[in-house]
């Protein structure tokens, strides 16, 4: 059921470009015979009012009769036009003329000879005879209206095609998820060299060299940005490709043209249209990406960042689109010597709102505002993202064009439903025991309404019913606590930073015993599932904080039992010995059986020895001498050689190995290069995961 779901969006889309791309149009030989007869005044029969004057002049009706026989057009849209003339034109003028009345007359003025040239008539002269219009004259009309006709057209369906090339990546990557899922045993060991090339040139790397997470740098730190995956790029290239080619293509510039004078009249009205048309395809794609309850992450099993890349790149996009809507229309009031009148009117107003406001959305996106004033980001992201939605509503209110300002309010009213309706399955009394650990960070272990029960991997949003940061909310991921008596418990590991975690943080502190309790709303979960538990040897590899997200896949396989068939290693790096103390029931639980390779490494130099001393102090119980034995076994006080290790591990593998790693940037990015550069390095079949948060 997945499947029809998860393409739900992209099918109303496109009905909605077939439905754009077949609104019924003048016909064309109709339109422009009518165009080039339009400075012609025939006479008035008497008793007609001047709009009825035309379908009861039979004058007229001869000179269309000849416009339209000697246009060029098949037979059938001739016939099309003589009939739009009659039943169209004529109906609603409420003047009974026939096919056949208009044969006649053309019939009557041919056999008598009553056809004037055109160029024997006088501006403004009254005519009393039909007039032969030259064949020139007929031919560039009908091409002006059939190319202004034919640009709005192919430019629905290029925004069309357009979302159709990411209905397509997401089917495929619906099609190979489900795949994974029905018989993940059979995808999981397939291993030839084939799928090794596949891996290692495509769907592993990052696109140059060595960053992904590690933000490239530039500019004393205001200009950085992710680079997206190798895999991610290719589908970003292929949409911009397409993007660039279809704002160039079937624009019909020529000098004969009735409407437009100048080549430049025709190319800016051209890209102006073109470029109106698709960027809104283009701004419901946005909301379609950037929504959490996206059922698109299920069908695919893709994380939450990839769509939220996806979502910056077709932003940036459709801002081009806007950007060029913009100039293109104000360059073609201008020479037209109308853009005095059309400045002053209010489509103009609100679009140049939605432009500014656009941009600046666009500006404030910049990784640097994200990471360095993410909370004023959020708060100016939904005003301005608001402002420009109401301006492209009013902006095309006069065009009849608001289906898209509709489908995109709509989603983002679904988006806000469903997330209300998460904290209600939740349980909106959720409270949260939070305790302050090391100053550093906090451990909240949680009550919900059990509802749903936890996934590895998975996460929610927290707010906290604080009257200083009630309204934000912030992703972190779970897992179910492994102490006994708190099964139903879930448990978030937070490290502080500024903002909302640094004025819980000194909150708590406050404290007494620095720990409080604390009601909270969860907006969740979210996420996908690895299946880790379906690969002979699972390695799991984390830094600091990540550890919350690889313990989370551990607990759950050592739950389920699948762990039993399995080689299971897990690796923590973190920077001082004392950062044991917040996950130590954690730690105990991964060393109560022998059916975890727990490795640890200390990184923090020149504090082995006061760590070890104050270690000592804090564990010199009894009661806890043989699992402080063990774990000090487990302690390695040097940073890991992830590559070597990354390379046994392969190497000693027999059938599959999974990778997870979840820490800082430079860590996920040292795992992946390793694992790509190793992955023929034994006989097993090699995949790896990455967990991480967009910012």
């Not at 502190?509 to 002979?536: C, R, T, W």
């Amino acid at each position: 059921m997945l499947v029809p779901f998860s393409f739900l969006s992209f099918v109303v889309l496109l009905l909605a470009s077939y439905t754009e791309a077949r609104r019924p149009t003048k016909n064309h030989v109709y339109s422009g015979c009518t165009s080039a007869m339009s400075k012609l005044t025939f006479e008035c029969p008497e008793g007609y009012k001047k709009d009825m004057c035309y379908c009861a002049s039979v004058e007229y009706q001869a000179t269309l009769a000849d416009c339209i026989d000697r246009a060029k057009g098949s037979e059938i849209e001739k016939d099309e036009a003589l009939v739009e003339f009659t039943r169209s034109t004529c109906k609603a003028a409420k003047v009974d003329v026939t096919i056949d009345d208009v044969h006649k007359a053309f019939e009557n003025a041919t056999t008598n000879d009553l056809f004037i040239d055109v160029s024997k008539v006088r501006k403004g002269k009254t005519l009393y005879q039909p007039v032969k219009l030259t064949t020139e004259s007929i031919d560039d009309n009908i091409t002006t209206l059939r190319d202004i006709t034919s640009n709005k057209l192919m430019s629905n369906v290029y925004g069309g095609v357009l979302v159709a090339y990411w209905g397509f990546i997401i089917a495929v990557a619906t099609f190979i998820n489900l795949f994974q899922t029905v018989a993940p045993s059979y995808y999981y060991s397939i291993n030839n060299k084939l799928t090794r090339t596949w891996k290692k040139t495509v769907t592993l790397p990052a696109l140059f060299g060595f960053s992904h997470s590690v933000p490239v740098v530039r500019c004393w730190n205001i200009i950085n940005m992710s680079i997206p995956t190798r895999l991610e790029s290719l589908c970003i290239t292929g949409y911009l490709i397409l993007f660039f080619i279809f704002h160039f293509t079937s624009l019909h510039v020529f000098d004969g043209n009735t409407q437009l004078s100048s080549r430049s009249l025709q190319i800016s009205l051209y890209l102006a249209d073109r470029t109106g048309y698709v960027c809104m395809y283009e701004l419901v794609l946005t909301f379609l990406f950037a929504g959490r309850n996206n059922i698109m992450i299920t069908a695919t099993g893709w994380q939450f960042e990839t769509f939220i890349t996806f979502h910056r790149w077709v932003s940036r996009a459709m801002y081009i689109d806007v950007a060029i809507h913009s100039i293109a229309y104000t360059i073609y009031e201008i020479e037209k010597g109308k853009f005095a009148g059309f400045y002053h009117s209010v489509m103009m107003a609100w679009g140049l709102l939605g432009t500014l406001v656009g941009g600046i959305v666009i500006f404030f996106s910049h990784r640097y505002f994200r990471e360095k004033m993410h909370e004023s980001f959020l708060i100016l992201h939904w005003i301005f993202v608001s402002l420009f939605i109401v301006g492209t509503y009013y902006h095309l209110a006069n065009h009849h064009q608001n289906q898209w300002t509709y489908a995109c309010i709509a989603l983002w009213a679904f988006d806000r439903a469903a997330r209300f309706f998460r904290i209600f399955l939740a349980g909106v009394n959720s409270k949260a025991d939070v305790k302050v650990y090391n100053n550093d960070v906090l451990k909240l272990k949680v009550d919900y309404s059990n509802v749903w029960s936890s996934k590895p991997g998975f996460y929610a949003y927290l707010s906290f019913l604080r009257f200083d940061s009630f309204w934000e909310s912030h992703p972190f991921t779970f897992y179910r606590s492994p102490v006994p008596g708190e099964e139903n418990k879930l448990v978030f590991c937070i490290r502080k930073r500024d903002g909302m975690t640094g004025r819980l943080g000194a909150t708590i502190e406050a404290q007494p015993n620095q720990s409080k309790m604390i009601p909270v709303l969860i907006d969740g979960p979210y996420g996908s599932v690895y299946p880790l538990h379906k690969f002979q040897t699972a390695v799991l590899i984390a830094g600091g904080i990540g550890v919350v997200s690889t313990f989370s896949y551990v607990e759950r396989m050592k739950r389920s039992g699948s762990i039993k068939d399995q080689h299971v290693v897990f690796i923590w790096v973190i920077r001082n010995l004392s950062d044991i103390e917040w996950f130590r029931d954690e730690v105990d639980y991964l060393l109560a059986d022998d059916s975890v390779d727990v490795r640890i490494f200390v990184t923090g130099h020149g504090q082995e020895s006061e760590s070890c001393s104050s270690s000592d102090e804090k564990y010199d119980d009894k009661t806890e001498t043989s699992s402080l034995q063990s774990l000090r076994s487990k302690i390695n006080y040097s940073k890991p050689d992830l590559d070597v290790v990354i390379s046994d591990l392969i190497k000693d593998a027999d059938r599959t190995i999974g990778f997870l790693t979840c820490g800082p940037g430079g860590m996920n990015d040292t795992t992946r290069a390793s694992v790509t550069k190793n992955l023929g390095a034994g006989k097993a079949a090699v995949e790896y995961f990455e967990e991480s948060f967009a910012s």
